[in-house]
């Protein structure tokens, strides 16, 4: 593939050469809504586990990047490596780390001025937070963080706002794990805005549950600074 050198005007799913081949992604530009202009923000968001059915079309992250489109932010949904249409194979999340942050320098390369955001579903989230720390986000959104696997040992909040949503009856993560992760982090990044939204009765998948979770999203996200 050609290396693309803007942001497609329309949303549009295109392969983007990534570390390990082409990385098959969703490019979507935002635009005016009910008075809300476009920001100079770009998100990157990461979907769930690749090998246990995670896609960029999960449900969750779909409504993620209704939440960027809504505040006025482009976004990029991707397949990891070896999902859907994108080459290569599982990286054991560091293979992974490395395909979001190929299209984090890419929008660095294409909008030098602008802030990046990213956000992170379950495995995505460990993703979403070293690539973060990485690129010196301006945001970070992380969605049922799996904080007591071994991917995670590595991953600490990086020093921008964060936003953690648990919901408190999730049969994949731990929710006594996540909220003691949240409290080591926030007395760790004593400088750092760590917000902590418990959903009540809610699953891994937020059934029932995601609407309230974009708007909790779009709460968050409008007050990020550029």
């Not at 005016?32 to 969750?60: D, Q, W, Y």
């Not at 209704?66 to 290569?88: H, M, P, W, Y």
């Not at 720390?133 to 071994?150: C, H, N, Q």
Request: with cysteine.
């Amino acid at each position: 593939m050609q290396q693309l050198d803007t942001f497609p005007e329309s949303e549009s799913t295109l392969l983007f050469p990534g570390p390990a081949g082409d990385l098959e992604c969703i490019f979507k530009p935002a635009q005016s809504v009910e008075g809300v202009a476009k920001r100079p923000l770009n998100a990157v968001i990461c979907h769930p586990h690749p090998l246990f059915e995670g896609t960029m079309h999960n449900k969750v992250v779909s409504i993620l990047a209704k939440a960027c489109f809504e505040t006025g932010i482009d976004s990029i949904l991707f397949n990891f490596r070896g999902v859907g249409k994108s080459q290569g194979q599982y990286g054991e999340s560091v293979g992974e780390t490395q395909d979001a942050l190929a299209l984090c320098e890419w929008l660095k390369k294409i909008r030098s001025d602008d802030g990046l955001v990213l956000l992170g579903f379950s495995f995505g989230s460990c993703v979403a937070a070293r690539v973060a720390k990485m690129v010196s986000a301006k945001a970070l959104v992380m969605i049922a963080p799996p904080v007591e696997r071994d991917i995670f040992q590595d991953v600490t909040v990086p020093a921008c706002p964060t936003l953690v949503v648990q919901g408190d009856k999730d049969d994949v993560v731990s929710f006594a794990t996540v909220s003691q992760f949240v409290q080591r982090e926030q007395s760790v990044q004593a400088n750092t805005a760590i917000e902590f939204e418990v959903f009540p009765e809610t699953g891994h998948f937020f059934h029932g549950k995601l609407l309230p979770l974009r708007d909790r999203a779009i709460d968050f996200l409008k007050n990020i600074e550029p």
